[in-house]
């Protein structure tokens, strides 16, 4: 049992730091186009989750439309 769990959380912290990463590098880039300085929140998207989770072979799609 604490071996899966340990697995598991192991897991889960790796995804959310590539997401973390990914989420970084985003704001970096839109940062450089509009040269704005203030206070720097990490927004996390899903996209951001999308990129963490394709490196390790989870697929997310959205739906193609939302009600």
Same mark, same amino acid.
């Given at each position: 049992?604490? *071996? @899966?769990? *340990?697995?598991?959380?192991?897991?889960?912290? &790796? /995804? =959310?730091? &590539? =997401? @973390?990463?990914?989420?970084?590098?985003?704001?970096? =880039?839109?940062?450089?186009k509009d040269k704005k300085t203030?206070?720097k929140k990490n927004v996390l998207t899903? #996209? &951001? @989750?999308?990129?963490? @989770?394709? #490196?390790?072979?989870?697929?997310?799609?959205?739906? #193609?439309?939302? /009600?």
């Amino acid at each position: 049992k604490r *071996l @899966l769990a *340990l697995a598991a959380q192991k897991f889960v912290s &790796d /995804i =959310a730091a &590539d =997401a @973390l990463h990914y989420c970084k590098v985003r704001q970096q =880039a839109t940062q450089s186009k509009d040269k704005k300085t203030g206070a720097k929140k990490n927004v996390l998207t899903m #996209e &951001d @989750l999308s990129g963490a @989770l394709a #490196e390790y072979g989870v697929n997310v799609k959205r739906p #193609e439309y939302y /009600i």
